[in-house]
């Protein structure tokens, strides 16, 4: 995961609901989770259940400056399963993590407030 844009931009420009479905955005169960030794900024590495269909798949967030990898174990998280892979370091990243930088940067893991099926896919 890595912050794209400013927080305080504006918004991006119209994108039609057709472009918006492309984006395959579903929820996974964080299985196992570590430090990313020799990534740039302080990272951990996740498995992430996203159930039958998309299976497991790693992830490296950039989420070490307010998570612990150990309290990550368990939570479900939203993320991106249609990217291409991603070199991050020296771990392949599968899918893109979502979250929201908070006043300092920090960033905050976006997931459902009530526990959905893994590989829910966002509506």
């Known amino acids: 995961m ?3 844009h400013d927080p305080a931009s504006e918004a991006e420009e119209t994108i039609a609901f057709s472009d918006f ?27 992430i259940d996203f159930g039958p ?4 798949k790693k992830s490296c967030a950039q989420v070490a400056a307010l998570y612990d990898p150990t309290e990550l174990v368990g939570r ?4 991106v399963v249609n990217f291409p892979p ?15 930088a908070d006043e300092e940067g920090r960033v905050v893991l976006a997931g ?5 099926p ?6």
């Open 76 to 79: 479900q998280v939203a993320a």
């Open 21 to 47: 479905l492309k984006v395959d955005i579903r929820i996974g169960t964080v299985l196992s989770a570590e430090e990313l030794v020799g990534a740039r900024k302080p990272s951990i590495k996740l498995v």
């Open 2 to 4: 890595h912050v794209i």
């Open 86 to 100: 991603r070199q991050v370091g020296k771990a392949i990243s599968e899918v893109l993590t979502l979250g929201f």
């Open 53 to 56: 269909g998309v299976g497991h």
């Open 112 to 116: 459902p407030e009530r526990p959905v």
């Open 118 to 123: 893994n590989g829910a896919r966002l509506l």
